[in-house]
C-alpha cells in the first residue's frame, strides 16, 4: 500500500493506468466514424484544429481539477475564481496595452495565491476539500460581484490573440493548454512530487506514515490549479474581449467531467491528466459534431450526459476484468 | 436478528444507551444553535423576532428542508446527489405545462414523482450496480434533466403555476405556510423511517460498515438505491413547492439547492463519510442557512457581501462541528 500507484509496471497496473485512455480514445474514434459519415468536412484538418481550438478553455481548468482530484480532493471554487479572473484581466488593462502583462502577471499569481489559501484551510480547519472550495467559491463570487456587477473593461484589439490566434497554423491557446498539460504529465511521471500526489490520494494514511509532507503537496496541487482557472479566466477575456462576472459558473462541474472522462478516479490515486485533455477534446469533438448534424443545443446536454454515464460505466466492466 | 442490528448500529453511532443529559445533548444539542442565532437577529434588528418575520423564514425554509432530508439519506448510505436542484425546476416545468390539463394538482405531483422515481432509479442503478461514484452518476443525471427541460421547454418554459399549488407554496394557516406542514408531515415520517424502523437501521449500516452490512445479509444495492429514489421525490416535491412560492417557472428553479442542502447537512453533522447523520441535523443545517441569509439581509449589506459571509460561514461551520470526525488526514 506505500508503494504510490501509477508508477509500477507489473501488467494489471499498466492495464489499469491505461484503460482510460483507451476508453476515451475509442469513444473519440466512435464519434469520428459517425462524423465521416455525416460530413466529409468533418475529419478534415481544419476541423480538428476548430475543435483543438474550442478544447482550450475546458482543458486548462480541467487539468488544475485532475490534480486535485488525484490528490484525494476536489476543487469547486474553479467557476469563481474563473469569473474574477476573467473579470479582474478586462477591467485593469481596460483598453491600455501597457498593462497586459502586469496584469496577465498578477491574475495568475492571484490565482495561484486563492490556491494556496485553499490547501491551507484544508490542511489548518482539517475540513473537506469539498467544503472549503465551495465556501471559497461562494466568497470569491462575491468578491467578483463587488468589483463587477456587470461586463466590465475591455482588453485591447491584441489580447484576443491568445484566443483566436495562429502560431505556425496551430491555435494559441490551446497550444499553450496541451504543453501545460504534458508538462504536469511529466511531473507525475518522473519526479518524486508527481508520485507523492499519488501516494496521498491513494492512501493518505500510509502517505502520512512514510512522511509525506501532505501540506507542501496540497499547497503545490491546489496552487497549480488556482492558476489554472486563473488562466481559463484570462482566456475567456481574450475571447469575449471583456470579463463578465458569471461567466466561469458552468465551469466549476465542468471541470469534473472530462477529468473523469479520462479515466481519473474522483476517489483519487489513479489517472492522470493526458486522459483529462482527450476527455475534454471528445466533448469538444461531441459539441463539434452535432452541430455538424444541427441538433439543437438542448439535446447536446442530454448527450454529453448519456457519452459521461457511458464512459463511466464502461470503465467499471474494464476494471474488474484488470 | 434484529436486536443484534440494533446492537450494531448503537455501537457504530458509538452511543451509550443510558439517557444522560450528555447524550441528550449530543443527539439534540445542535438545535440550541438556532434560538442563538434567532437571538443575534433580534438583537440586530427587533423586527427580525416579529411573528411576521419569522412565518415567513418558515415560507423559505421548507424547500430547503425538505431536500436537505432526502440529501441526508443520500449522504448517511455514503451517496451524494447533486441532480436535486436539476430534479426541483424539472418538477417545476412539469407543474406549468400540466396547469392546465384535467387533472389539475393531482396529475402535476403524479407526474413530477413518477419522474421522480425514475431519476432515483437511474442514480441508484448507476451507482450500486456500474459502481459510478455518486457524485458523477448524480452529476450526469442532473445534465440529463436539464438537457431534457431545455428541449422540451425550447429554453422558456410557458403557463402559470396552479393556484392550489401557490397557495402550498406560499399560503398561511394563522400565520403558519402550509409549507411548513407538509415539512413537519415529511419530517415526521422520515424521522420514523431513519431512526426507529428496520429499514433505517439498514441505511446507517450500509453508509456506515458495507462489510458488515453484507454480512448481516443485508442487499445494501436496494437499500442505498431507495435513499435516492426518495432524494429525488423530496426534491420533486421541494421544486413544486418553491415553485408555487416563487409564483413563476424558469428553467432555474431551485438553482443552488444541490450545494446548499449538501451544506446544510454537513453543517448539521451529518457525514459525508457516510453512517452518520439524523433528520434533525438535515433540518437545523437548513434551518442555519436560511437564518444566516435573513439576518446578512437584515444587516442592510448588499448581495455580495451575503455571498462572501455565507461561504466563511460554511467553512467555519465545518470546521467547527464536522472537523473532528474527518480526522487529521481528511
Known amino acids: 500500500m506505500t508503494e504510490p500507484v501509477g508508477i509500477r509496471v507489473d501488467m494489471p497496473s499498466w492495464l489499469r493506468s491505461n484503460v482510460g485512455l483507451a476508453a476515451v480514445l475509442v469513444l473519440i474514434g466512435a464519434v469520428c466514424a459517425v462524423g465521416a459519415a455525416v460530413s466529409d468536412r468533418f ?59 502586469p496584469v496577465v502577471l498578477s491574475v495568475l499569481a492571484l490565482g495561484t495565491l486563492v490556491g494556496f489559501v485553499n490547501a491551507g484551510l484544508v490542511v489548518v480547519l482539517r475540513v473537506h476539500p469539498l467544503i472549503v472550495t465551495l465556501g471559497m467559491g461562494a466568497v470569491l463570487q462575491g468578491v467578483t460581484l463587488l468589483y463587477a456587477l456587470g461586463p466590465v473593461g475591455r482588453v485591447p484589439r491584441g489580447f484576443n490573440f491568445l484566443a483566436y490566434g495562429r502560431v505556425y497554423g496551430l491555435p494559441l491557446g490551446a497550444t499553450i493548454a496541451a504543453l501545460l498539460c504534458l508538462l504536469i504529465a511529466l511531473v507525475l511521471r518522473y519526479l518524486p512530487l508527481g508520485r507523492q500526489i499519488y501516494a496521498l490520494g491513494d492512501d493518505a494514511n500510509s502517505a502520512r506514515l512514510v512522511g509525506l509532507r501532505r501540506t507542501r503537496i496540497l499547497m503545490l496541487v491546489y496552487g497549480t490549479s488556482g492558476f489554472c482557472s486563473a488562466a481559463t479566466g484570462l482566456y475567456l477575456a481574450a475571447r469575449f474581449g471583456v470579463g463578465q462576472p458569471y461567466t466561469g459558473v458552468n465551469y466549476t462541474l465542468a471541470s469534473i467531467t472530462p477529468v473523469v472522462l479520462g479515466g481519473t478516479l474522483l476517489s483519487g490515486g489513479r489517472g492522470g491528466v493526458v486522459g483529462t485533455l482527450l476527455g475534454a477534446f471528445l466533448i469538444a469533438l461531441l459539441n463539434n459534431l452535432l452541430n455538424f448534424m444541427d441538433v439543437s443545443k438542448h439535446y447536446q446536454l442530454v448527450a454529453q450526459a448519456l457519452i459521461i454515464i457511458l464512459a463511466v460505466s464502461v470503465y467499471v466492466e474494464r476494471r474488474r476484468m484488470a | 436478528m ?12 458509538s452511543d451509550a444507551p443510558s439517557w444522560s443529559v450528555r447524550t441528550w445533548l449530543d443527539r439534540f444539542g445542535m438545535v440550541l444553535i438556532l434560538p442563538v442565532l434567532l437571538g443575534i437577529g433580534g438583537i440586530i434588528s427587533p423586527a427580525f423576532v416579529s411573528p411576521d418575520n419569522l412565518s415567513n423564514l418558515l415560507l423559505q425554509f421548507a424547500p430547503l428542508a425538505i431536500v436537505a432530508m432526502g440529501q441526508a439519506l443520500v449522504m448517511i448510505v455514503h451517496g451524494l446527489d447533486l441532480s436535486v436542484a436539476s430534479m426541483m425546476a424539472t418538477a417545476a416545468v412539469i407543474a406549468t405545462s400540466l396547469s392546465g390539463s384535467a387533472g389539475g394538482v393531482v396529475a402535476v405531483f403524479a407526474v413530477a414523482l413518477l419522474v421522480a422515481v425514475a431519476i432515483g432509479l437511474l442514480n441508484g442503478f448507476l451507482v450500486t450496480k456500474r459502481q459510478v ?45 402550509y409549507n411548513t406542514l407538509v415539512l413537519l408531515a415529511l419530517a415526521a415520517v422520515l424521522a420514523v423511517l431513519l431512526h426507529r424502523s428496520a429499514f433505517g437501521r439498514r441505511i446507517f449500516i450500509v453508509g456506515g460498515n458495507p462489510v458488515t452490512g453484507r454480512l448481516f445479509g443485508i442487499r445494501s444495492d436496494l437499500v442505498a438505491t431507495a435513499c435516492y429514489v426518495i432524494s429525488s421525490c423530496l426534491a420533486a416535491v421541494a421544486g413544486l413547492i418553491l415553485s408555487g412560492y416563487v409564483g413563476l417557472v424558469d428553467n432555474w428553479v431551485g438553482q443552488g439547492y444541490e450545494l446548499d442542502s449538501i451544506v446544510a447537512c454537513v ?48 467553512v467555519i461551520a465545518a470546521a467547527l462541528y464536522a472537523g473532528r470526525e474527518i480526522g487529521p488526514d481528511h
Open chain 2, 133 to 177: 461514484s455518486p457524485f458523477l452518476a448524480t452529476l450526469a443525471t442532473m445534465i440529463l434533466l436539464q438537457g431534457f427541460r431545455f428541449a422540451y421547454t425550447q429554453g422558456a418554459p410557458s403557463g402559470n403555476v396552479p393556484t392550489l399549488l401557490r397557495t402550498l407554496g406560499a399560503g398561511k394557516f394563522h400565520g403558519i405556510p
Open chain 1, 43 to 101: 475529419l478534415s484538418f481544419n476541423n480538428f484544429l476548430n475543435v483543438f481550438e474550442q478544447t482550450t478553455d475546458l482543458a486548462l481548468v480541467s487539468i488544475g481539477q485532475t490534480l486535485t482530484i488525484l490528490s484525494g480532493g476536489i476543487d469547486l471554487s474553479v467557476g469563481s475564481l474563473i469569473s474574477l479572473a476573467s473579470c479582474l484581466t478586462s477591467g485593469l488593462i481596460n483598453n491600455n496595452p501597457d498593462r497586459i502583462i
Open chain 2, 267 to 314: 453543517v448539521g453533522q451529518v457525514s459525508l463519510q457516510g453512517g452518520r447523520g439524523s433528520i434533525l441535523g438535515a433540518l437545523t443545517g437548513a434551518g442555519m442557512i436560511v437564518v444566516i441569509a435573513n439576518e446578512v439581509l437584515l444587516l442592510g449589506v448588499p448581495i455580495q457581501v451575503q455571498l462572501i459571509i455565507k461561504g466563511a460561514v460554511i
Open chain 2, 2 to 13: 434484529s436486536e443484534r442490528l440494533t446492537t450494531s448500529v448503537e455501537l457504530a453511532r
